[in-house]
Nanobody, 130 residues
């Protein structure tokens, strides 16, 4: 069973930065497509970014392109989301999620939006003050 634990959330001012961490156990992140989602109060959950296991390809939602960076540290079995130039509209609970693709050629984008994710963390709250 894969377990994901997010950390790094907090309160930051507009224009500030945070780095979220997603520590995985029960599997190496090499075997997983990993994504970040977020859910703001009163809104539906939305995909933010993901990284594919097979080729490390990255995806970013338009609203974070140029500001957020996803990366992974295989030695620490951890995926990060560096969030810069934060805006009040980035305020949300951020969730890490993972899926185990059956083989190569299954990118993380397809899992985020079509196949679904298999494992979820409990989330970490990010609040951006104006």
């Amino acid at each position: 069973e894969v377990q994901l634990v997010e950390s790094g959330g907090g309160l930051v001012q507009t224009g500030g930065f945070l780095r979220l961490s997603c520590a995985a156990s029960g599997s190496t992140i090499d075997d997983l497509n990993i994504a970040w989602f977020r859910q703001a109060p009163g809104k539906e959950r939305e995909g933010v970014s993901c990284i594919s296991r097979t080729d490390g390809s990255l995806y970013y939602a338009d609203f974070v392109k140029g500001r957020f960076t996803i990366s992974r540290d295989n030695a620490k079995n951890t995926v990060y989301l560096q969030m810069n130039s934060l805006k009040p509209e980035d305020t949300a609970v951020y969730y890490c999620a993972a899926a185990r693709p059956p083989g190569s050629g299954y990118g993380c984008y397809d899992y985020m939006y079509y196949y679904g994710m298999d494992y979820w963390g409990k989330g970490t709250l990010v609040t951006v003050s104006s």
